[in-house]
């Protein structure tokens, strides 16, 4: 059986001081800093918005950013799941390395609901967590009130 598309339209004030941002149920979103380029600053601190109601998944990929070694393997992938019925996001095992790649970040988690709705603050978190490339699974339930 086929779903079908469901369309609503909705009629929402967009000053430029308040953009209303419109995420699907199920959705990941990574802020890293502000660059002006490549080579500027690490992205040491990553922002992760998670948009509960549905399972949701992330490949975060990062290389060198100013050469073509990517192409000879230098790159690497950090997955990112979030599961519904177990309220647990997982940041997996890094795969893969190159030159200068960071060893350790902080992400800071931000967890999204209807009843939890939120402005858009780079610089705030519900929990903020070390990862240094291997896997960290959080429970959001015992963190977080949504």
């Known amino acids: 059986m086929m779903q079908q598309e469901v369309r609503k339209k909705i009629v929402a004030d967009a000053p430029y001081e308040r953009m209303p941002v419109f995420v699907k149920?199920?959705?990941?979103i990574l802020f890293g800093p502000e660059l002006q380029y490549t080579a500027e600053k690490p992205a040491d601190t990553i922002t992760l918005n998670v948009y509960t109601g549905a399972d949701a998944s992330f490949n975060l990929y990062e290389d060198e950013g100013s050469n073509y070694n990517y192409e000879k393997g230098a790159f690497s992938i950090i997955p990112i799941k979030y599961n519904e019925a177990t309220k647990t996001i997982t940041i997996d095992d890094r795969k893969g390395s190159f030159k200068g790649m960071l060893q350790k970040r902080i992400f800071r988690i931000n967890i999204i609901s209807p009843k939890n709705a939120k402005h858009l603050d780079l610089d705030a978190s519900d929990k903020e967590v070390s990862y240094e490339g291997n896997k960290i699974?959080?429970?959001?339930g015992s963190f977080f009130n949504h």
Not at 25 to 28: I, R
Not at 137 to 140: G, R, S
């Open 25 to 28: 149920a199920g959705s990941l």
């Open 137 to 140: 699974t959080i429970k959001i």
